[in-house]
């Protein structure tokens, strides 16, 4: 394959840094994302180290700010003049109730708001490379939920830790169909994945402290395969489920459930007129 360059949010630690080092060996131009420079500048060092890849950038900022995550768009836009894939990766999972910039929920913010914002600050970028892949990271715990409270979002004063998880983790879901229909024809796809219960410090925030699950490589093995295998170039809309395409719930799959969350996104990150990709300078 080509070379190609691949951001990776959440691309320091787990299964972004192990992906990274995936699309790295693959010889692509990798940009990783983290939000401690300190740590940052170690992967970056480390991975450069491992692959002998010259190829390797790094990006600095805290995915939770709003204000930030239009920052490290603007980063990207003013440094490439192309970007093949973005893997929306990183994620949190908070064990007690924390709150980010305008009352929004931490969990909520990383895991939902900033996929959204990022994508729709990136897309002008995305469209100018096509064909140009969106990778979205969700969870497997997205079936756990049966309804959404509304009322709840988006600082969740009724706070349960794996709730609110799961329920970020519909949203993604529910993002990434709507988005789907909207790149039809435009050579930009979106599709979303679970990757495997995996051991990171996600899953051990979770389980506080415990060490079950499969290696970080492993889960990067899900979304290397989503983001550059011909044999899924031309899927768009689709959910992968550790080894293979399937249905999300039937929840994610709403098509108001999907719209609310489009709305939901729109309104608290003022990305409310998405332009029509068509219209996109190629």
Known sequence: MAEQTI???G???GI???AAHAFSRQGHRVLLHGRDPEKGQSVLAELEAATG???LDLFITDLSVQERVRNLAEEITGTYDRLDVLVNNAGVFMPEREVAPGGIETTFAVNFLSQFLLTHELLPLLMRSAPARIVNVASIAHRSVGSIDWRNLPGFPNYDPYDVYAVSKVGVIA???QLARMLEGTGVTANSLHPGVINTKLLRAYT???NEGGSPEHGAEVET???TSPDTGTMNGGYFEETRWTQPSSLALDQAVQERFWETGSS???AVQWADPKAYPR
């Open 175 to 177: 993002f990434t169909a």
């Open 268 to 270: 608290l990150t003022g």
């Open 11 to 13: 691309s320091t630690d």
């Open 7 to 9: 951001l990776v949010t």
């Open 208 to 210: 506080r402290g415990g």
């Open 53 to 55: 890849s010259d190829l």
């Open 16 to 18: 972004g840094k192990a």
């Open 225 to 227: 395969y989503l983001a």
